[in-house]
């Protein structure tokens, strides 16, 4: 059974104590997550990685400044969102958002790994054509559990503002799904 993370003592203990051992909770509760979030907008797995670093990394220099950050999760994302998007900009990347994977970089479960590859090839295709911002949405709240105030706090947006993109997301891969059972 999972106990819920006190993440304000956490941040008290990296912040006044530089406990390590509270460090690596963080890191190891977010690390991958946010190497998933960071690849969807950079498309690149070493890059992702670095930015992820490079966030993770500031935690632990900040001290007691990291006690004036009101939500943890809101913040790690939303630094890796920026960071991610001053590379992009950058590199002037901003119209490639094409997934370049050869492999699903989800896990299935049992019951979705039932359907076929050519569905989920299809829907994922269907979610690498979604505008960049929906695509972030969706992806923020499907394979990062983050609520929509959450999204709304990292992109700097309206909770409603959410709930559209995702409405068009939704609406985009759904609209994809007849012309593949057809």
């Given at each position: 059974m999972n106990?819920?993370?006190?993440?304000?003592?956490i941040q008290y203990a990296i912040a006044e104590q530089r406990d390590e051992d509270a460090y690596k909770t963080?890191?190891?509760?977010f690390h991958s997550d946010l190497i998933y979030f960071s690849r969807s907008?950079?498309?690149d797995i070493q890059t992702a990685e670095d930015v992820v670093s490079e966030t993770l990394?500031?935690?632990w220099t900040m001290g007691p400044k990291l006690l004036s950050i009101g939500n943890l999760k809101t913040y790690l994302y939303r630094s890796v969102k920026n960071s991610a998007l001053n590379i992009i900009a950058k590199?002037?990347?901003q119209d490639d958002y094409t997934?370049?994977?050869d492999r699903p970089i989800h896990t299935y479960t049992p019951e979705q790994e039932l359907i076929s590859k050519e569905i989920i090839h299809s829907i994922e295709y269907a979610i690498s054509n979604l505008p960049p911002k929906t695509k972030t949405v969706f992806i923020l709240i499907r394979d990062n559990g983050c609520s929509y105030k959450e999204v709304a706090e990292i992109m700097e947006i309206s909770r409603n503002t959410v709930d559209r993109h995702m409405q068009i997301a939704?609406?985009?891969i759904q609209k994809?799904?007849?012309?593949?059972?057809?």
């Open positions: 106990t819920p993370i006190d993440w304000l003592r963080l890191f190891f509760h907008l950079l498309h990394v500031k935690i590199n002037k990347l997934l370049t994977c939704l609406t985009k994809a799904l007849p012309l593949i059972i057809k």
